[in-house]
């Protein structure tokens, strides 16, 4: 009931903040002279989401998609069988927090505890990103991350707790001064799955299509963020938190039917690559 009350007011931001779509200084577009870049992520929250991983794996691997999974390391246990199929198959894995409990960004000192610890997962996994729960930041500590990449931010999303935006469609490199080596903050820019499918309880990806569409116009990035935990692959009576997996199925077949060669798909560490390749420091 908050959430409909709150997106009763905030038409006029989401899901498009039309400030969004500026290019970015000496912009000359993406590889292959793309219309756009898309890039898949899922944030795998429990343990439900770690189970479901290698279906959703397979079901974009028969459509021709690549994506990033990203796991919590010290809130379950993380396969690295699963770890290993997946970057295998041309698939990408980054960090997902530490534990997931709320408390990463609540007080330096907590932070400069626990980054040695993500470091470690980091260099395990042989990942270069990191995506933050809840999007809760702080982009001047996260340079205590050894990261190519982070996920932590949005274009807008005034339902998410740290509801202040980058403002736009593009990537953003983060470096507070020259002795610091920066990474870059890929922002998403289409609403995750919890917020239009659990809270919002919508039943088709017309807010997805509207806000992918508008994303093509301006040649911007499309960076799609969902869970495995939410998804149902039953095909059996939903429970509360769940949606059926055909809405992540039809929105992949959108862009296949309407866009289908006018995309970079592209893995975050190959955007990221791609960005601090052409946008210098």
């Known amino acids: 009931m908050l959430v409909k009350r ?134 001047d500590w996260m340079n205590l991350l050894k990261i190519e990449y982070a996920i932590s931010t949005f274009d807008t999303d005034p339902f998410e707790p740290q509801p202040d935006g980058a403002s736009t469609i593009f990537p953003i490199i983060v470096k507070k001064n020259l002795s610091q080596k920066g990474y870059i903050e890929l922002p998403y820019t289409l609403p995750q799955d919890f917020t239009l499918f659990i809270l919002m309880k919508e039943n088709n990806i017309d807010i997805w299509k509207h806000k992918l569409d508008w994303i093509a116009k301006h040649g911007g990035m499309a960076l799609l963020n969902t869970h495995p935990d939410y998804m149902s692959f039953s095909g059996t009576k939903l429970s509360f938190e769940e949606y059926p997996i055909r809405y992540y199925e039809d929105f992949l077949n959108y862009l296949l039917n309407t866009y289908n060669c006018q995309y970079w798909n592209a893995l975050p560490k190959d955007v990221s690559s791609f960005w601090k390749g052409n946008y210098k420091y």
């Open 6 to 139: 709150k997106q009763s007011t905030i038409a006029d931001v989401w899901p498009i903040d039309q400030r969004a779509c500026k290019q970015p200084n000496g912009w000359s577009g993406w590889p292959e002279q793309k219309r756009f870049a898309l890039i898949l992520m899922h944030d795998v929250d429990t343990a439900k989401g770690h189970d479901k991983a290698h279906q959703l794996m397979e079901l974009e691997k028969r459509l021709g998609f690549r994506s990033s999974f990203n796991f919590v390391p010290e809130r379950y246990n993380v396969s690295p069988d699963l770890r290993h199929e997946l970057n295998q198959n041309g698939f990408e894995t980054g960090v997902h927090g530490l534990i997931h409990d709320g408390k990463l960004f609540s007080s330096k000192r907590i932070f400069q505890a626990r980054a040695p610890l993500i470091n470690n997962y980091l260099n395990e996994w042989n990942a270069v990103g990191f995506s933050s729960p809840s999007m809760h930041r702080n982009w």
